[in-house]
T-cell receptor, first 109, second 115 residues
Framework: GQNIDQPTEMTATEGAIVQINCTYQTSGFNGLFWYQQHAGEAPTFLSYNVLDGLEEKGRFSSFLSRSKGYSYLLLKELQMKDSASYLCAVVDSNYQLIWGAGTKLIIKP | IAGITQAPTSQILAAGRRMTLRCTQDMRHNAMYWYRQDLGLGLRLIHYSNTAGTTGKGEVPDGYSVSRANTDDFPLTLASAVPSQTSVYFC??????????????FGPGTRLTVL
């Protein structure tokens, strides 16, 4: 079967750094997405990785290791507005997105 | 219209009733998707359409039907609603013809409660 694992909830302090991990077991791999979803809102695109390594985009970075079936999203200089759920999704061999349950990130002052 | 719209925003429905959730996009994306999102389970694909005139079943298609008569519209119908269909429903679209990754763009969602 296909499986995406993420921590259910994480807490971090404003101004700090947090790393959200995602491990996956899927039928094929054609890329990995990270989306941000604020409570009551739609998911919005953050990053896409298809090759191993780190992709940096401002305060957010995403890392991929295909051999380990592992990715992480790194958020720096945390702001209160970063309080949201972060969804990991893998593109499988049929080019469908398989979604993790999401990690709820709570930012404290 | 800018992006994807969904209607209604929320709905309370009696079990056994028929309901159609509407979804319209103005980005001329070829692919469209319907997901349901339940607490602790993440997004689950109900049905999808890779191009106008074609549809396919996702992970949880039972009790739902879709049609894709044109590029812009992708309605989702619950023929006879049951309480287990209480959920938040998201419509999404993507351009899979660009040859790059198919980032999906999401509508604002419909919160459906079946009593």
């Amino acid at each position: 079967g296909q499986n995406i694992d993420q921590p259910t909830e994480m807490t971090a302090t404003e101004g700090a750094i947090v790393q959200i991990n995602c491990t996956y077991q899927t039928s094929g791999f054609n890329g990995l997405f990270w989306y941000q979803q604020h409570a009551g809102e739609a998911p919005t695109f953050l990053s896409y990785n298809v090759l191993d390594g780190l992709e940096e985009k401002g305060r957010f970075s995403s890392f991929l290791s295909r051999s380990k079936g592992y990715s992480y999203l790194l958020l720096k200089e945390l702001q209160m507005k970063d309080s949201a759920s972060y969804l990991c999704a893998v593109v499988d061999s049929n080019y469908q997105l398989i979604w993790g349950a999401g990690t709820k990130l709570i930012i404290k002052p | 219209i800018a992006g994807i719209t969904q209607a209604p925003t929320s709905q309370i429905l009696a079990a056994g009733r028929r309901m159609t959730l509407r979804c319209t996009q103005d980005m001329r994306h070829n692919a469209m998707y319907w997901y349901r999102q339940d607490l602790g389970l993440g997004l689950r694909l109900i049905h999808y359409s890779n191009t106008a005139g074609t549809t396919g079943k996702g992970e949880v298609p039972d009790g739902y039907s879709v049609s894709r008569a044109n590029t812009d519209d992708f309605p989702l119908t619950l023929a006879s609603a049951v309480p287990s269909q209480t959920s938040v429903y998201f419509c999404a679209s993507s351009d899979t013809n660009r040859g790059t990754y198919n980032e999906q763009f999401f509508g604002p969602g419909t919160r459906l409660t079946v009593l």
